[in-house]
T-cell receptor
Framework: DAMVIQNPRYQVTQFGKPVTLSCSQT?????MYWYQQKSSQAPKLLFHYYDKDFNNEADTPDNFQSRRPNTSFCFLDIRSPGLGDAAMYLCATSGPTGEMVNYGYTFGSGTRLTVV | GNSVTQMEGPVTLSEEAFLTINCTYTATGYPSLFWYVQYPGEGLQLLLKATKADDKGSNKGFEATYRKETTSFHLEKGSVQVSDSAVYFCALTNSGAGSYQLTFGKGTKLSVIP
């Protein structure tokens, strides 16, 4: 089945130690997104890629970076995780605008990040 | 800008009760509207959608009708089950100017008790 896969499901990292979360998709979608979701809150968009074009949200901290080496994969790098970065990180994909307005996004199952 | 307002939760219902979760939106033009569901520890799943005024989205017994006159997209289900316990997010996207942003409401937690 075509899908969005996030690894790992659970990640524990030390305060200040760089960590990378990964996302892959078999949908061949142009657009990939990273969201941060803290407990009992709505997902918050960090950035997205349209193909290779990177789009950062204005309020995304510099501590968060992303890479998209090819259509299928996208990575979220947290350079120096703080306690406040503990959250669920959700990857999502969508097709071009026309498809997105009709079908929305497809989400992965998320990676729960704990910072100790 | 775009915004979505959902009723505050949590909502606790007995099995087989009727469910309504209110959602209203603010957007220019003609947004598409969605309901996503998030089960505990999981990502978001698309529950239903509507892309133009008066469209009714439906799935798994849930329904929502796109009401442009009241800028609403309320989620309803006639008889909830314990397995419907989850967090429900109303969301919209607006294709104007090539925007890819999906704007979420704050979510409503539903608990269904036997």
């Amino acid at each position: 089945d075509a899908m969005v896969i996030q690894n790992p499901r659970y990640q524990v990292t030390q305060f200040g130690k760089p960590v990378t979360l990964s996302c892959s998709q078999t949908l061949n979608h142009n657009v990939m997104y990273w969201y941060q979701q803290k407990s009992s809150q709505a997902p918050k968009l960090l950035f997205h890629y349209y193909d290779k074009d990177f789009n950062n949200e204005a309020d995304t901290p510099d501590n968060f970076q992303s890479r998209r080496p090819n259509t299928s994969f996208c990575f979220l790098d947290i350079r120096s995780p703080g306690l406040g970065d503990a959250a669920m990180y959700l990857c999502a994909t969508s097709g071009p605008t026309g498809e997105m307005v009709n079908y929305g996004y497809t989400f992965g199952s998320g990676t729960r990040l704990t910072v100790v | 800008g775009n915004s979505v307002t959902q009723m505050e939760g949590p909502v606790t219902l007995s099995e087989e009760a009727f469910l309504t979760i209110n959602c209203t939106y603010t957007a220019t033009g003609y947004p598409s509207l969605f309901w996503y569901v998030q089960y505990p520890g999981e990502g978001l799943q698309l529950l239903l959608k509507a892309t133009k005024a008066d469209d009714k989205g439906s799935n798994k017994g849930f329904e929502a009708t796109y009401r442009k006159e009241t800028t609403s997209f309320h989620l309803e289900k006639g008889s909830v089950q314990v397995s419907d316990s989850a967090v429900y997010f109303c969301a919209l996207t607006n294709s104007g100017a090539g925007s890819y942003q999906l704007t979420f409401g704050k979510g409503t937690k539903l608990s269904v008790i036997p």
